[in-house]
Structures are given as structure tokens and as C-alpha cells.
Nanobody
Framework: QVQLVEAGGGLVQAGASLRLSCATS????????MAWFRQAPGKERTIVAE????????YYADSVRGRFTISRDNAANTVYLPMNNLTTEDTAVYYC????????????????WGQGTQVTVSS
């Protein structure tokens, strides 16, 4: 049984930092590219950051580039997302996702999902 378990969300003030983590089990972690998506109320789920199998390549949405950094520990089957200088626009539920295949920006094509962790940034 594949499981992705996110942690690290919370309520912070603008300008603060948070570090999300996603622990996986039940899958061959090194075969999957990993990503963080987020979904704000009433909005579509969109990709925030992605990292490929070997951590050789990453992708960032323009809105988070330079503030968020995705990384993975293949020995621990875990992916991380430190988030700095948070703004109210970053408020959303953040989801960890796994995909075995080419990068896709369409959330419905990703294979496995975590339950999500809430990030709320107050002004």
C-alpha cells in the first residue's frame, strides 16, 4: 500500500518560514519524480515545485522561485519543501505527489497523493 504523509504545515505570519516534509512508503521511491502542489479555496490545484528521480533537475512555479527549495532524500524516501518569506498568497493546502513518468503539470495525471497539510499565512 502506497502512502505519502505530509507534515510541517501551520499558521505563521507573513515573512516567516516553514519546512514541509513528505514521507513515502510502499513505492520504489527512486523510480518516481516528486512534487508539491497546492490548492487554495475555490482555486485549481497547481504545481509548486518538482524534483526528478535523481534530484538532478527541479522545477519551480514563478510565484515561489527563489523562496522555496525542493529536495529529496532517496535513502529516507522523503521529499522536503523549505519555504521562506511566506506571503498571504501562499495560503493553501499543500499536497505531496508522486509520478512515474515524464513531468506533468496536470495534477490529475500524478499517480499518488498525500492527504495534504494546511499552510496559513497571516498578514
Amino acid at each position: 500500500q502506497v502512502q505519502l504523509v505530509e507534515a510541517g504545515g501551520g499558521l505563521v505570519q507573513a515573512g516567516a518560514s516553514l519546512r514541509l516534509s513528505c514521507a513515502t512508503s510502499g513505492l520504489t521511491f527512486t523510480l518516481y519524480r516528486m512534487a508539491w502542489f497546492r490548492q487554495a479555496p475555490g482555486k485549481e490545484r497547481t504545481i509548486v515545485a518538482e524534483i526528478d528521480f535523481s534530484a538532478s533537475n527541479t522545477y519551480y512555479a514563478d510565484s515561489v522561485r527563489g523562496r522555496f527549495t525542493i529536495s529529496r532524500d532517496n535513502a529516507a524516501n522523503t521529499v522536503y519543501l523549505p519555504m521562506n518569506n511566506l506571503t498571504t498568497e501562499d495560503t493553501a493546502v499543500y499536497y505531496c505527489a508522486a509520478l512515474r513518468g515524464p513531468l506533468s503539470f496536470t495534477w490529475r495525471t500524478w499517480d499518488f497523493w498525500g492527504q495534504g497539510t494546511q499552510v496559513t499565512v497571516s498578514s
